[in-house]
Nanobody, 128 residues
Framework: QVQLVESGGGLVQAGDSLRLSCAAS????????MGWFRQAPGKEREFAAV????????LYADSVKGRFTVSRDNRENTVYLQMNSLKADDTAVYYC?????????????????????WGQGTQVTVSS
């Protein structure tokens, strides 16, 4: 079992930065790839970023590439999402999730159904 708790959300202005954290419980954190998803009001949940279990590989959605950076600290059982140059379109509830790609490719983890565990989400609101 892995329990995930996100934090760091808030209300910011366009152009500002935020860093989200996702703290995981359990001794198997380092064996999971960790993803970040987001869901805006009235929209479907969408993939934002994912990082491999070792932290050596990352993958980003085109909408956040170049602005967001995902990282992890396996000693602290925490994954981060650094968000820069925030836009109003980034307003959403952000979720972290833990999963293991069946064939070892991060591209398998752009779909939410590939994940085993989810956090409760943290709200990010960007005012324009």
């Amino acid at each position: 079992q892995v329990q995930l708790v996100e934090s760091g959300g808030g209300l910011v202005q366009a152009g500002d930065s935020l860093r989200l954290s996702c703290a995981a419980s359990g001794r198997t954190f380092s064996s999971y790839a960790m993803g970040w998803f987001r869901q805006a009001p009235g929209k479907e949940r969408e993939f934002a970023a994912v990082i491999s279990s070792s932290g050596g590989s990352t993958l980003y959605a085109d909408s956040v590439k170049g602005r967001f950076t995902v990282s992890r600290d396996n000693r602290e059982n925490t994954v981060y999402l650094q968000m820069n140059s925030l836009k109003a379109d980034d307003t959403a509830v952000y979720y972290c999730a833990a999963g293991r790609p069946p064939f070892g490719h991060l591209t398998e983890l752009v779909r939410g159904y590939a994940y085993d565990y989810w956090g409760q989400g943290t709200q990010v609101t960007v005012s324009s």
